[in-house]
């Protein structure tokens, strides 16, 4: 039995708006700030900024500053070539006195002149690194930067190419960490890739930035979008964590969800899914409990529920909350399924005979909803019927077996597999399946076609439907 987790879905972050403008030099040789501002302007983590080793001024220092006022100056090729004579003093600069941390901060400016945001960014973080004030003037250098690089990246990715969007995501959070938006696209870059370790770490980077000081100073118009992005970044990262088998971590971003929204369904019942998987059963079952007691639950509510009680082996408060599921969606197939199945781990036999009859209903080409039945009468002593309801099962032409539900892009899909057993090798199986949402609505029927192979031999099949409704459960007919 497997769970699919509550998903937020995958997040693509529109363009950015907006630039920041620069604070002017910042502090220079002797650590003092310039501009027209004092150090009470400055947002709060700044003034906190500890001193570090000041920078200091010398001959290289002298000829970069003049190098980098010439480029500036300068247009097209002309300033690139005095960005590369300001790189080439810095480093200079940077061989005779390795602790000057002016010297990488003018490397780092001839860099970002260049357009090389990577190598201008670890120039950057080295000198910020010895003289952390710096940060007051390169807080605005890169997020000029992180702007520019950024939107060239949005352009490629809201177009559908998000390999073209890759690198210029890559460069952005190169130069710049103080905002989420490349994070979170890098990250479901990397996670569709299948790139996991990176896109947990760069989820948990973005959590850290929006929840961090930055965040106290932000215009209402970003936190108001940091809040939605916060939210899709805890769910992603949680269940990549889990997919890592990281379960202890996932059920802490869980919990730190349910601190800031102790009423988030979707939290709740993930968390005790990472709980199950963490070999924490007894707080999992804790949850679960609780939420079989809670009103106004719909059917994948209670669905999710059966299975951490499976998982738990919890089987008859698991029989429970699937059949709660069946009675709010009779055609929920899984559910009904899922219902017989805890039943029978449960020795529940005289109600499994009942939810065996309903599964055959629905599913008449079940060979184990037919053992279920034929099992749980010769529990109740009932020997007579249950050779019959095995011979029945036996003159089956075929069964219908490994069923599964499945999310795809723009809508579901049903697959399974088709075992003869008594039918003509290449004859015809034509089936037609129908789904549904969470409050038993059928959203639309998929019609699909299988011809038999030899005898015992199962043939694949997928029946897909193309729907923006969120479909949770389906039953087949033999058309």
């Known amino acids: 039995m497997s769970f699919r987790f509550g998903a937020v879905g995958a997040l693509v972050v529109a363009l950015a708006l907006g630039g920041c403008a620069s604070a002017g030099n910042g502090p220079g040789a002797d650590g003092a700030l310039s501009g027209d501002f004092s150090e009470d302007d400055l947002p709060q983590w700044m003034q906190d900024l500890p001193e570090g080793e000041p920078p200091e001024d010398n001959e290289y220092t002298d000829e970069a500053t003049l190098l980098l006022f010439q480029a500036m100056s300068a247009d097209g090729e002309d300033a690139v070539a005095f960005y590369e004579q300001a790189l080439a003093a810095a480093e200079e600069g ?9 010297s990488y901060f003018q490397a780092g400016e001839a860099l970002l002149g260049m357009g090389e945001l990577r190598r201008a960014g670890e120039m950057l973080d080295r000198a910020e690194e010895l003289y952390p004030r710096y940060q007051i003037e390169t807080e605005f250098m890169r997020e000029e930067a992180w702007l520019e690089a950024f939107n060239r990246g949005a352009e ?13 995501f890559e460069d952005a959070h190169a130069i710049y960490q103080g905002r989420p938006e ?31 000081p930055r965040a106290q100073d932000m215009d209402e118009e970003f ?68 939420l079989l007691n809670r009103p106004g639950l719909d059917s994948q509510d209670y669905f999710s529920i059966g299975v951490g009680l ?4 919890e089987f008859e408060q698991a029989a429970r909350a699937f059949r709660e599921a069946v009675d709010l969606v009779p055609e929920h197939r899984d559910a009904l399924f899922n219902y017989a199945q805890s039943l029978y781990l449960a020795d529940q036999f005289e109600e499994l005979i009942e939810a065996a009859e309903m599964l055959i209903e ?22 007579e019927e249950a050779v019959d309801k095995l011979e029945t099962m036996e003159a089956l032409p075929y069964f219908i077996d490994a069923l599964e539900l499945a ?26 399946v129908h ?31 193309a729907t923006g409704e969120r479909v949770v459960a389906f039953r087949y007919e033999v058309l």
Not at 94 to 102: G, L, V
């Open 94 to 102: 940077i061989e005779a006195d390795p602790e000057n941390a002016q």
């Open 156 to 168: 490629h990715y809201q177009d559908g190419d998000a390999q073209a969007a890759l690198p210029h």
């Open 182 to 212: 490349a994070m979170l696209n890098l990250a479901e870059i990397y996670s569709n890739e299948g790139r996991m370790e990176e896109a947990a770490e760069l989820y948990g980077m973005s959590v850290d930035v929006m929840t961090g």
């Open 223 to 290: 936190l108001e979008n940091w809040e939605d992005f916060l939210e899709v970044a805890l769910f992603n990262r949680a269940q990549i964590l889990f997919q890592l088998e990281r379960y202890a971590e996932a059920a802490e971003v869980y919990e730190a969800i349910l601190a800031d929204d102790p009423e988030n369904l979707m939290a709740i019942s993930n968390l005790a899914v990472a709980y199950v998987a963490s070999g924490e059963g007894a707080r999992a079952r804790e949850i679960y409990d609780d």
């Open 310 to 313: 499976y998982q738990t082996e």
């Open 362 to 383: 629905l599913d008449p080409y079940n060979e184990t909803a037919y053992r279920f039945l034929a099992q749980s009468l010769v529990q109740m002593d009932r020997q």
């Open 407 to 432: 999310g795809m892009d723009g809508g579901a899909a049903v697959v399974g597999q088709v075992i003869n057993q008594n039918a003509d090798e290449g004859s015809s199986v034509n089936l037609r």
């Open 435 to 465: 789904f549904y949402t969470a409050d038993g609505t059928e959203v639309g029927t998929s019609d699909v076609s299988v011809d038999l192979g030899a005898a015992e031999e199962a043939v694949q099949f997928q029946a897909d439907l």
